[in-house]
């Protein structure tokens, strides 16, 4: 048990500034599974730290952000994708608007069958992105922000991003479930242009990594 209660650290948290601070890989927060919310935290509080998550999560700038990630372990969310990308890049990655949304003790279940792997990167392991071959399609399980239960099925780059914040929330990260082979810099221009095709196939001839069969 934390020997100070999680309103404290939240209260702490939120006075510093309007942005939090970001956990990075190596930290144990990230590697422990989160505890479920049960009302730990009054309505108002809850309300103030997903907010400065949504700022934070903004200012990054990312599509998702776990609270853990800020070090806090609770399994608690935040998603929101603007999806600002060529046609192109839409079709082949499914990658639609996802409106910002808060998931509350998620989890999650394969919907498809299907496999897709396309390159993810994580704001807790900065300078650096990989494949990771995941579900097309999810049954999403959660509360929302107000405690309404969510059940519901995600396809395409939104059920990419509630994998990977769920996965946040059991203590795992997106490289335990990476080809290895296809880790890539993110470091220069360069090297994010390098493999910007819509799919990971040409980076899976050339660094030597499979694909889900499907691609
Ligand atoms: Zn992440």
């Known amino acids: 048990m934390p020997t100070t209660p999680l309103t404290d650290r939240v209260e702490a948290l939120l006075a510093d500034a309007a942005t939090l601070p970001i956990?990075?890989?190596?930290?144990?927060?990230?590697?422990r599974p989160a505890e479920p919310f049960d009302g730990q935290l009054s309505d108002t509080l809850l309300a103030r730290l997903i907010e400065a998550m949504r700022v934070t999560m903004h200012a990054a700038p990312?599509?998702?952000l776990a609270a853990p990630q800020?070090?806090?372990?609770?399994?608690?969310?935040v998603i929101e994708d603007a999806a600002t990308v060529p046609e192109e890049v839409r079709?082949?990655?499914g990658r639609v608007p996802q409106p910002f949304r808060v998931l509350i003790n998620p989890s999650y279940e394969d919907a498809s069958g299907r496999r897709v792997g396309f390159y993810e990167g994580c704001l807790s392991v900065p300078g650096y992105q990989a494949v990771v071959a995941r579900h097309e399609r999810v049954r999403l399980r959660a509360l929302d922000e107000r405690g309404r239960p969510v059940d519901e099925e995600v396809a395409g780059w939104p059920?990419?991003?509630v994998q990977h914040e769920t996965d946040h929330l059991d203590g795992t990260l997106y490289l335990d479930r990476a080809e290895l082979r296809s880790l890539s810099s993110t470091q220069s221009q360069s090297a994010v242009e390098r493999w910007a095709q819509p799919t990971p196939r040409?980076?899976?001839q050339r660094l030597g990594f499979t694909l889900p069969e499907s691609d």
């Open 91 to 93: 079709a082949a990655r």
């Open 202 to 204: 040409l980076a899976a």
């Open 23 to 31: 956990v990075a890989a190596g930290d144990p927060v990230l590697r």
């Open 62 to 64: 990312g599509v998702g």
């Open 159 to 161: 059920a990419r991003i």
């Open 70 to 77: 800020i070090g806090l372990p609770l399994r608690l969310a």
